[in-house]
């Protein structure tokens, strides 16, 4: 799991890059890039929870609940982005409709990471300052592209890059966190 949490994380970092350095090109393909991200959190969320061999974690309901919360967001995405591939007419609601789903789950995944931060806080954890201040990074973000947007249209492609670029980075720091507890 370790392994597959590195992986995913280095390469969700990688996307984050690419999608800050081309944002026009990451709204034109809003839709599936938000699916593609949301289904991987999703399963890799999902696949943690099953493959844990803590039994009396109590974090374990929240890893499925969001991982299937992000399964169904992403089917979400991906359907309108192949309903806006066939209806040109209504591409511009489809796109405010993917925007919404994405301000909102940036708002989720930024509460989220703030409670987390608290939690690890708690359990001893070391890097809960660094989950924190992500988390309120990603929490006014998208609150600011939800009530605005014009700046969520222009911006998407930076707000798709800073949600993988969190995600990468809890998900690297999750392998490190886990040597350490460890040892």
Known sequence: ?????????????????????????????????VAILLGVYGMSSIFGYFSS??????????LVANGVMGLIIGIACA??????????????????????????????????????????????GKMWGLSLALGIIVLITGFYGATHLLFAAFSIGYMIGIELMVYGIRLVMSVFENNNNSN
């Open 1 to 33: 799991m370790k392994v597959f949490n590195c992986i995913i994380g280095v390469l969700s970092i990688l996307g984050a890059v690419y999608c800050m350095f081309f944002p026009g090109i990451s709204f034109l393909n809003t839709g599936w890039i």
């Open 53 to 62: 061999s803590k039994g009396d974690n109590k974090g374990d309901g929240k």
């Open 79 to 124: 359907v309108v982005a192949l309903l806006a591939m066939f209806s040109s007419g209504v591409r511009g609601t489809l796109d405010l409709i993917i925007l919404m789903i994405f301000a909102f789950w940036l708002i989720y995944s930024g509460a989220v990471s703030i409670f987390g931060a608290f939690a690890q806080k708690k359990n001893g």
